[in-house]
């Protein structure tokens, strides 16, 4: 690690001004990333996947912290032959993929077990965190950033105002824990929000049984008129929450996970 280059040094050489239309912010502090890289557990075993590895700074401390391969999933061709560059310290446990991870499976680069560790773009950040829950197979637990109006969501209670449909997919199938916040500060250049590093490690089984499609419909259903009661929110899809043993008069922040299920498996 020690003759590794300073990753503004990397910045320069590899011209890696930051683009706002890839959201690239970076994180240049290494005991930030270092941190990050602890969050995420033992590294040892299996495969780590980083996405939007930038000019490697978490990267670095992934491999710092033992693990034993690294796949790092970069679109910016700049930052991949930065990362590129880096592979050749760590011969045999750092791969690059360069490709849009909206468009890629996790499950097509990378062997189960693995996990994710990422600093994502805020601009996919969800969709691809929904991509993911989709399919949780061999998936040991997802370490990622969010803007921390996210994270807040992931995280929510019934009967708050931060519970939504982010709360309910998400804690349906993982157990969702905040770890620690960033400022806008601690990145080149700074967002316009402060950001949260979640750990997201999958239920050996879903709280309740209920299809994913369906518990999108009626999550999107719900909190697309969060102010009416079940009984007009839900008749869009026509759905009576009486049927499913739910009050009709109630609203959607006050069900809990296990309700949206058994809505889910009435649909």
Same mark, same amino acid.
């Given at each position: 690690?020690?003759d590794?280059?300073p990753?503004?040094d990397?910045?320069?050489?590899?011209?890696? #001004? /930051?683009?706002?239309?890839?959201?690239? =912010?970076?994180?240049?502090?290494?005991?930030?990333?270092?941190?990050?890289?602890?969050?995420?557990? %033992?590294?040892?075993?299996?495969?780590?996947?980083?996405?939007?590895?930038?000019?490697?700074?978490?990267?670095?401390?992934?491999?710092?912290?033992g693990?034993?391969?690294?796949?790092?999933?970069?679109?910016?061709?700049?930052?991949?032959d930065?990362?590129?560059?880096?592979?050749?310290?760590?011969p045999?446990?750092?791969?690059?993929?360069?490709?849009? /991870?909206?468009?890629?499976?996790?499950? %097509?680069?990378?062997?189960?077990?693995?996990?994710?560790?990422?600093n994502?773009?805020?601009?996919?950040?969800?969709?691809?965190?929904?991509?993911?829950? +989709?399919?949780?197979?061999?998936?040991?637990?997802?370490?990622? $950033?969010?803007?921390?109006?996210?994270?807040?969501?992931?995280?929510?209670?019934? +009967?708050?105002? /931060?519970?939504?449909?982010? #709360?309910?997919?998400?804690?349906?199938?993982?157990?969702?824990?905040?770890?620690? =916040?960033?400022?806008?500060?601690?990145?080149?250049?700074?967002?316009?929000?402060?950001?949260?590093?979640?750990?997201?490690?999958?239920?050996?089984?879903?709280?309740?049984?209920a299809?994913?499609?369906n518990?999108?419909?009626?999550?999107?259903?719900?909190?697309?008129?969060?102010?009416? $009661?079940?009984r007009?929110?839900?008749?869009?899809?026509?759905l009576?929450?009486?049927?499913?043993?739910?009050?009709?008069?109630?609203?959607?922040?006050?069900?809990?996970?296990?309700?949206?299920?058994?809505?889910?498996?009435?649909?």
């Open positions: 690690m020690t590794l280059p990753l503004r990397v910045i320069r050489h590899y011209e890696l #001004s /930051a683009r706002k239309s890839l959201g690239q =912010n970076f994180l240049l502090d290494l005991n930030l990333t270092d941190r990050i890289a602890r969050a995420a557990g %033992d590294l040892a075993e299996g495969t780590v996947v980083e996405i939007g590895p930038g000019p490697g700074g978490l990267t670095r401390a992934l491999l710092k912290n693990a034993k391969s690294v796949i790092a999933v970069e679109r910016d061709p700049r930052a991949a930065a990362i590129r560059d880096l592979a050749t310290h760590f045999g446990r750092l791969s690059v993929i360069e490709a849009d /991870a909206l468009k890629l499976s996790l499950h %097509d680069i990378a062997t189960p077990p693995f996990k994710v560790v990422a994502l773009p805020y601009n996919i950040a969800t969709p691809l965190m929904i991509k993911w829950l +989709r399919n949780l197979e061999g998936i040991q637990g997802l370490t990622l $950033m969010f803007q921390r109006e996210v994270a807040d969501r992931l995280a929510a209670s019934p +009967r708050t105002k /931060a519970y939504g449909r982010l #709360s309910v997919i998400t804690q349906w199938l993982c157990e969702v824990r905040p770890v620690f =916040n960033l400022p806008k500060d601690a990145f080149t250049p700074p967002p316009k929000v402060m950001s949260t590093v979640v750990n997201l490690t999958p239920h050996s089984e879903p709280l309740a049984e299809d994913f499609g518990m999108e419909k009626i999550t999107q259903a719900a909190f697309g008129q969060r102010r009416k $009661m079940l007009a929110s839900l008749k869009t899809i026509g009576d929450p009486a049927a499913a043993g739910i009050d009709p008069t109630r609203r959607a922040e006050e069900l809990s996970i296990e309700e949206f299920c058994a809505l889910a498996r009435l649909l």
